[in-house]
């Protein structure tokens, strides 16, 4: 299993627990904001909204929260204006990683964000430095326990996967973006629950890592991902199970 999708399977069964201390939710209203004000408020016609208001739902946040989240989005409530960005960097082992972030200082974000990569043996890189290494992907996750693989395999090829493949516990589903919300349709009207349902980048290739350096990239992952102003983070390393399982104690 990639590196990234066992960290997002992680960071998603992290997300009850990362809830209660309101970070999700602040990360969840940043997004449905910028998503309202870029392509407006009606979830129906406004894919990106959808797909966050979708998560905001999966984290229990209350419908009062999204909202009012929409209508600073669209004007109708005052709100701050966020700016979206992604920073490209490099992590132990020569480790490719994406972070795309949304902040009301950019230039504050940038130094915490530079900040992190050097406290876990990373750098900042330029743009473009590390980005052709991922593709746009969407990924969806489904437990082994729930059904065989065959099945799993005709019903998310028939409805237009482009891969299904076991890791791990899961079966890890990957698709196209323009394809991802037909597959994951057809997912949940079989009644099988989704573990992880996103649009990602996925790395092209992996690299291994093992020891301090398998340590030393998972603790770049979560400090970034515990930062309020990071809503994305993606790598292409791949390390050993028991540090995933140390980490997920």
Known sequence: MSGHSKWAGIKHKKTAVDAKRGKVFTKLI??????AR????????????????????AANMPQENVQRAIK???????GVSYEEARYEGYGPGGVAVLVDIMTDNKNRTTSEVRHIFSRAAGSLGDPGSVAWMFEKKGLITVEQSVAEEDEILALALDAGAEDVRPAGDVYE???TPADFEKVKEAIAARGYPTVLAEISMMPKTTVRLEGKEAQQILRLMEMLEDHDDVQHVYANYDVPDEVFAELHK
């Open 173 to 175: 589903i990957v698709t």
């Open 38 to 57: 870029l392509g407006g408020g009606d979830v129906a016609s406004n894919p990106r909204l959808r797909g966050a208001v979708q998560a905001a739902r």
């Open 30 to 35: 940043k997004e449905i904001t910028v998503a």
């Open 72 to 78: 600073k989005g669209t004007g109708e409530l005052p």
